[in-house]
């Protein structure tokens, strides 16, 4: 089965960037979508953004384009959320999430997501 390892949170200045990677410790993520994942302070969890195996993006937030940007690289079955010009409301755990099998447009769902990373911390502040 699956284990799925977030890493690249931190603490970020405003206007910052990080890039957070989402890797398969046990298991392959290569035929399953990678999904992104965001829980806020005080805020249910928000979908930020999806990528399939061959690479078709899904952006879940129309806000975030320009700021949010997924990828994945299948050689080293990782992929990756990049985030640039953070803001202080993008602090929150991001997560990662992946899923085999879904019906078309299901990227955003997070109900379709069977595998979930434990998340990483990204804090945006002076």
């Known amino acids: 089965q699956v284990q799925l390892v977030e890493s690249g949170g931190g603490l970020v200045q405003p206007g910052g960037g990080l890039t957070l990677s989402c890797t398969a410790s046990a298991g392959t993520l290569t035929s399953s979508t990678i999904g992104w994942f965001r829980r806020a302070p005080g805020k249910e969890l928000e979908a930020i953004a999806a990528?399939?195996?061959?690479?078709?993006?899904?952006r879940c937030v129309d806000q975030y384009e320009g700021r949010f940007a997924v990828s994945r690289d299948n050689t080293i079955n990782t992929g990756y959320l990049q985030m640039f010009n953070l803001k202080p409301e993008d602090t929150g755990l991001y997560y990662c999430a992946t899923y085999w099998y879904a019906p078309a447009g299901s990227g955003c769902k997070r109900t379709v997501y069977d595998t979930w990373g434990q998340g990483t911390q990204v804090t945006v502040s002076s």
């Open positions: 990528i399939s195996s061959r690479g078709s993006v899904t």
